[in-house]
């Protein structure tokens, strides 16, 4: 059972352009949210997270979005660069667990074109 | 380098198999947790563990098993393999306290043949 769903397994933007992932969740108890990005042979690395009593987080080009109602959140990224180009995850915590046990989506595969 | 290494980086055996993948968490980093990817599928959450003792437990087949050692490193023993095995084995550190994401290594890539 899917508790984190990226529906779109792949975006393509122009440079310059806004890309949006979204990421829609299932379970109420979650409390924390990430997104990691992850390069061909590379592991994921953190991109940028954001609380459940937050509904926005912005760090320079990357912002998250979090609809807590609509149980979806949503990563932008202005302007969209070709060293961007790779697999974005969304993760989730789950109250009382630590950071580091997460429930990842499937992944959407993002390719920036010049 | 997110400082967290993982040994080999891939390996090929033969179904019915035993394997045994090798993390190297950060300095200083006392929880190891370790994920699998399977083909087009999330990362989905085997175990952690904390300085040496076992604190969680997600969906880890009973053939597969993990420990962790004295000095922090921590191996994932993989048993009696299937092809259904064959996928990206990632291990995760992350420092003791709130609020610190997990670092994530390069990662295993097995095959069962």
């Known amino acids: 059972d899917q508790q984190v769903k990226q529906n779109s397994p792949s975006l393509s933007v122009q440079e310059g352009r806004i890309s949006i992932l979204n990421c829609d969740y299932t379970?109420?108890?979650?409390?924390?949210f990430l997104w990691y990005k992850k390069y061909p042979a590379e592991g994921p690395t953190f991109l940028i997270s954001?609380?459940?009593?937050?509904d926005k987080n912005e760090d320079g080009r990357f912002t998250v979005f979090l609809n807590k109602s609509a149980k979806h959140l949503s990563l932008h990224i202005v302007p969209s660069q070709p060293g961007d180009s790779a697999v974005y995850f969304c993760?989730?915590?789950?109250?009382?667990?630590?950071?580091?046990?997460?429930?990842f989506g499937r992944g959407t595969q993002l390719t920036v074109w010049p | 380098d997110s400082g967290v290494t993982q040994t080999p980086k891939h390996l090929i055996t033969a179904t019915g198999q035993r394997v045994t993948l090798r993390c190297s968490p950060r300095?200083?980093?006392?929880?190891v947790y370790w994920y699998q990817q399977s083909l087009d599928q999330g990362l989905q959450f085997l175990i952690q563990?904390?300085?040496?003792?076992?604190?969680a437990k997600g969906n880890i087949l009973e053939r597969f098993s993990a420990q962790q050692f004295p000095d922090l490193h921590s191996e994932l023993n993989l048993s009696s393999l299937e092809l259904g095995d064959s996928a990206l084995y990632f291990c995760?550190?992350?420092?003791?306290?709130?609020?610190?994401?997990?670092?994530f290594g390069q990662g295993t890539r097995l095959t069962v043949v």
């Open positions: 995760a550190s992350r420092p003791p306290g709130q609020g610190y994401e997990a670092f």
């Open positions: 993760a989730a915590k789950s109250r009382g667990s630590t950071l580091g046990r997460l429930y």
């Open positions: 954001i609380s459940s009593i937050k």
């Open positions: 379970n109420s108890m979650f409390d924390y």
């Open positions: 563990y904390y300085n040496g003792e076992e604190r």
């Open positions: 300095s200083g980093d006392l929880s």
